[in-house]
Structure formats: structure tokens, C-alpha cells
């Protein structure tokens, strides 16, 4: 075992505060990794509050992790001590189903789904047939403390191009808008609509642009239209009733990267037929849809689920490739109950990066 410190919520209504814990030396197949930078997903803070009501406490969070490999097990092929690595939003799958085995962890069918970073098992063994702990664990301290301990396939490496406290959010916000498109084909010359301008919506916008896709993004925000004009993609503010109806059957793919519940329909009538409008923001229950534009005109609304690991690895490697990243500001982990505020606010203009350093603070006070 060795010594961490990290911050934690104890409650949903309590504020992120340093903790001391351990964390279990490598196994065979393992690697420790020092983290350098984390990045602060929206995820993060719905988990802290409780707001998908599954909640482990302590909830300590973080599923965009980068750091250096400080030690590795004697079975490790794939990562050398020094490396420059990543962690995103899994740690481990069952291995043995059949999406696990299509390369899709991220879809395990495994008695407790796949691990995440943190939290826990995505099934709980009091949720899993038998009461099965596959992992043999409850919960999972993620990526804003001094170390992770990680399998070694499911360790990411950071193209060198790439600023490690750059890279951090494309490990969550990256690929959970690359993968959809892969999926869904998206390629150069497609009208793609982006919905929502936040973190993923900031990551959507810059992937499928460099796809080459032709790129529009849909904001409530009236503010926002210019840094939307910055990234070289048109953008149309949603109360902009006339120009919306305008854009009727006019998309070969939307992203609705909304992390919120809101009406998909006006977003449904601008596809073409037989395109497809994939959520990545929202897990909640949404308004209903309009049954008959969908029917009329062979229109599917989907969802999908961050990303698997190779798709993980290959988004970075596309990102490193393109020289594209996420506005990001640093901040140390004493300001992480700050920047929350700013988030559920509306008003935060980056994606928030910590530097895992400033823990140095807490460890000489603990």
C-alpha cells in the first residue's frame, strides 16, 4: 500500500476537501502513475452532487487523468516507467463479453459493467445478478489525488505533440464526441450540427471541422456566437426561430453535447432522411419526440457512451495529428470548489485543467 492524497466529497452537499488514503501497490499487469494534470468534466460534478443517484462516498473524482508512469509491474509490456501517460474514463471491463471482446469495453455486458475510474463498478454488486463484485471493490478514487493505480490496458500514451495538461480533456470530452462520428461515418464534406457549446461541444466543433466536415453550432447563448466564429464554423443561436426553420433537412449528422435535459425535436426536423441525431450530454429522461418526423422521413435519434480504449488512443493520436486541443485554463486544486460554482453557473469560458502539483500544499499541511 502507499500513501495518497487527494480531494473528496464525504456528501452530496459537502465540499471537495483533501483526504489521505492508500492506494494498493501495482500487480503483474499494473501501473502506478503520478498524476501531473486532471481535467474538471461536467460529470465530475454531477457525480459529487448526487445527481444520477448513485453515489459512492467518499466521491473522489477525476476520469481525465495524465501523469508519468512511476512504477510498473513485472508483467507490463506496454509502458515503461517515465512514460507519459493517460487515463480516461475506465479502468477496467470483465474481458469476456461480447462487446469487450469488439474492442467496445465501454458497452461491457459484464455482471457489474465496466469499472470507472472512479465511483465504482457502473453496476454495483447490490444491483448485480447474485450480488456479484466482480472487481472486488465498491468504489474507485479517481484522477485529483497524487497517484492512480491502473491496468496496463487501459493506459493511454500521450503523443508527445500533445501538452500533457492539454491532452487531459480530450480523454473524456474527446473521445465522447469522436466516437459517435466514427460511428455514424462522418466524413469530409457532411453538414454536421453541433448543440450546445460547452466543453464537448467546444471538442465536437474542432474534430469534425478537421474531418472536414462543414460545422454548425447551436448555442442558447448569444456570447458565444463569436468564440463559435473564432473556431471558423457558423453558428446560430437556438431562440433564432426563423434561421432554425430555415435549417429543416439540412444535416447528414447532429451532436447534442447538452448536459442537461432539454427538446431534442426542433434539432430532429433539421436532418436529412435517414441521419441520425446522437446525444453524448444528457443521461436524463428527455421530452418526448416527435414520433412522426422521425417516421416520415427515416430519422433516428441515438445515444452514445464516451469512447472505447482504442478509440481513446486514437483520438489523441487525431487530435496530436491535427494540432487540435481544448481552450483550457490551469488552476490549482484549491480553487476545484471555485470553478464547480463557475461551472453550474454557465459562465466558465474554458475547460478546466488542475495541476496535480499544488497537492504539494495540502501534503506539507496533512
Request: aromatic share 6%; hydrophobic share 40%.
Amino acid at each position: 500500500m502507499t500513501k495518497a492524497i487527494g480531494y473528496a466529497a464525504q456528501h452530496s452537499y459537502s465540499r471537495l476537501k483533501p483526504i489521505v488514503f492508500e492506494r494498493d501497490d501495482p500487480t503483474d499487469s499494473e501501473v502506478e502513475i503520478e498524476v501531473m494534470f486532471c481535467g474538471v468534466c461536467h460529470s465530475d460534478i454531477h457525480q459529487v452532487k448526487n445527481e444520477w443517484s448513485n453515489t459512492v462516498y467518499p466521491c473522489m473524482p477525476g476520469h481525465e487523468v495524465v501523469g508519468r508512469v512511476a512504477r510498473v509491474g513485472g508483467s507490463v509490456s506496454k509502458h515503461a516507467v517515465g512514460d507519459l501517460v493517460g487515463v480516461g474514463c475506465m479502468i477496467d471491463s470483465c474481458r469476456v463479453c461480447e462487446p469487450c471482446h469488439a474492442h467496445e469495453e465501454n458497452y461491457c455486458e459484464g455482471p457489474n459493467s465496466w469499472l470507472a475510474t472512479y465511483n465504482g463498478p457502473m453496476i454495483p454488486a447490490k444491483m448485480a445478478p447474485g450480488g456479484i463484485n466482480m472487481y472486488g471493490r465498491d468504489n474507485s478514487y479517481g484522477g485529483y489525488s497524487s497517484s492512480i493505480v491502473v491496468s496496463e490496458d487501459f493506459v493511454l500514451k500521450i503523443p508527445a505533440s500533445l501538452k500533457p495538461e492539454v491532452a487531459a480533456p480530450i480523454l473524456c470530452a474527446g473521445v465522447t464526441t469522436y466516437s459517435p462520428m466514427m460511428h455514424w461515418g462522418v466524413k469530409a464534406g457532411d453538414k454536421v450540427g453541433i448543440v450546445g457549446f460547452g466543453g464537448l461541444g467546444d471538442m465536437a466543433a474542432k474534430i469534425a471541422k478537421a474531418m472536414g466536415a462543414e460545422v454548425t453550432l447551436f448555442t442558447r447563448t448569444a456570447e458565444k456566437l463569436e468564440e463559435a466564429k473564432k473556431l471558423g464554423v457558423t453558428a446560430v443561436l437556438e431562440s433564432d426561430k426563423k434561421t432554425m426553420t430555415s435549417l429543416a433537412n439540412s444535416f447528414d449528422f447532429m451532436l447534442s453535447t447538452v448536459p442537461e435535459k432539454h427538446d431534442v425535436n426542433p434539432f430532429v426536423k433539421m436532418l436529412k432522411r435517414d441521419s441520425t441525431l446522437a446525444i453524448v450530454g444528457a443521461i436524463e429522461p428527455l421530452p418526448s419526440e416527435n414520433n412522426q418526423e422521425r417516421v416520415m422521413h427515416r430519422k433516428s435519434v441515438a445515444g452514445s457512451l464516451i469512447g472505447s480504449i482504442a478509440e481513446t488512443q486514437a483520438v489523441l493520436d487525431f487530435c496530436a495529428e491535427h494540432g487540435i486541443g481544448p481552450d483550457i485554463q490551469v488552476i490549482p486544486i484549491q480553487e476545484i470548489n471555485q470553478a464547480y460554482a463557475r461551472v453550474i453557473k454557465g459562465d466558465a469560458r474554458f475547460r478546466y485543467v488542475i495541476d496535480m502539483a499544488t497537492l504539494k500544499l495540502d501534503e506539507e499541511a496533512a
